[in-house]
């Protein structure tokens, strides 16, 4: 399976930003900029936070957007006493389809390790919901030339035990740490590396057929205007998109990318 047979996946992660009167504008916005035929080709997601999910919830039911959403964590357990927490079937009922698991954001700030990660990709497979399964290198490592490896290394611990069937359903994310919000894109060639060599890993864990199935992501500065070149190396499927994805426009330029490349 080619680029071309997986459908390109835009992922607009708000973080910790939006209140839930903004998270409605901005969805509404966002399904007003773009065609039911771009939103067709592309598949266009967000993110919110968990305070806004049940009003983007509302906004998508109750206009028939052709949108999708879900969250930026999930607790690895289903129910109990886990203060702060949210669950897998929490986020089920409100409609989420995706989730954000192993975020550069989490690993550091709230010492997430692969075993935590993996448990999270495990609940949300278990609750129906798709894992956006997140890797990538901070600047040390990159620098020391050793970031496929660590990726790679990511990638099995958060994927340990799963069947391929399994991981056709996970989306990979790779997000280099040093292009996280700072305005420093990756190449569009250090992005193919990477992602190439994520589904090489994937073939070699699992199998070929699961290798081709499965969409990679990058993230990192992504923007309306280099999204074009990174869209058009063999490995990239899609986005994920912080700062950017507040901007209704520019996510939907974003997401229109398919036009800039046929230019
Ligand atoms: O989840 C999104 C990434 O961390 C990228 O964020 P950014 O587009 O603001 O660099």
């Known amino acids: 399976m080619s680029s071309t047979t997986r459908r390109p996946l835009m992922a607009g992660n ?14 509404q916005k966002l399904a007003a900029s773009l065609t039911e035929k771009q939103l067709t080709a592309v598949e ?36 109990g ?26 690993r550091a700030y709230h010492h997430e390790d692969d075993t935590v990660v993996n448990a999270k990709v495990k609940a949300a497979l278990t609750h129906g919901l798709t894992p956006i399964l997140c890797v990538g290198e901070g600047l040390d490592i990159r620098e020391q030339g050793t970031h496929v490896a660590h990726c790679s290394d990511q990638l099995d611990g958060g994927l340990a035990g799963l069947t391929p069937e399994q991981v056709r359903q996970v989306v990979i994310a790779y997000e280099p ?13 250090d992005a193919q590396e990477v992602c190439g060599a994520v589904r090489q890993r994937l073939a070699e864990r699992f199998d070929q057929e699961t290798a081709d199935q499965v969409r990679v992501l990058y993230g990192g500065s992504v923007k309306a205007s280099n999204i074009a070149s990174i869209m058009g190396q063999s490995d990239v499927d899609g986005g994920l998109v912080g700062g950017a994805s507040l901007d209704a426009e520019e996510f939907a330029q974003i997401c229109r990318f398919p036009e800039h490349l046929a230019r």
């Open 81 to 106: 006493a886990y203060t702060g927490d949210i669950s897998g079937p929490m986020l089920a009922k409100l409609g989420c389809t995706y989730v954000v698991v192993g975020h550069s954001e989490r």
């Open 44 to 79: 266009t997601v967000v993110l919110p936070p968990f305070t806004d999910l049940r009003t983007v919830q509302t906004a998508v039911d109750g206009d028939k957007l052709l949108i999708g959403y879900g969250a930026q964590d999930i607790s690895p357990h289903a129910s």
């Open 177 to 189: 740490v040093w292009a996280i919000g700072t305005g420093k894109t990756a190449t569009p060639d």
């Open 14 to 27: 708000w973080k910790m930003n939006l209140n839930h009167l903004e998270a409605n504008l901005l969805v």
